[in-house]
């Protein structure tokens, strides 16, 4: 059984930062590649970041490159998103993805407004 939880949302001024995070329950963690989804209210969920299992590539949405840094500790079995310079349309309910077995989180909601 693969659980996923995430932590870390909150509410949080345009240009502020949060730090979210996500920790699995599983066995072994360092073998796959994870990701960060998000999905604001009345639109499809998309693909934030990525990181592979060796932490060695990471790709990004065009919207959060620059702004956005995933990472992970193997160790610790945790993924992380770092957000800077947060915008009003960043606002959305994060969501943890192991594309291995399709397995989500239940999402934090992150709501950037002044």
């Known amino acids: 059984q693969v659980q996923l939880v995430e932590s870390g949302g909150g509410l949080v001024q345009p240009g502020g930062s949060l730090r979210l995070s996500c920790a699995a329950s599983?066995?072994?963690?360092?073998?796959?590649?994870m990701d960060w989804y998000r999905q604001a209210p009345g639109k499809q969920r998309e693909l934030v970041a990525s990181?592979?299992?060796?932490?060695?590539?990471?790709n990004y949405a065009d919207s959060v490159k620059g702004r956005f840094t995933i990472s992970r500790s193997n160790a610790k079995k945790t993924l992380y998103l770092q957000m800077n310079s947060l915008k009003p349309e960043d606002t959305a309910v994060y969501y943890c993805h192991r594309p291995h077995g399709d397995y989500w989180g239940q999402g934090t909601q992150v709501t950037v407004s002044s």
């Open positions: 599983v066995t072994i963690f360092s073998i796959y590649a």
């Open positions: 990181i592979s299992s060796g932490d060695t590539s990471t």
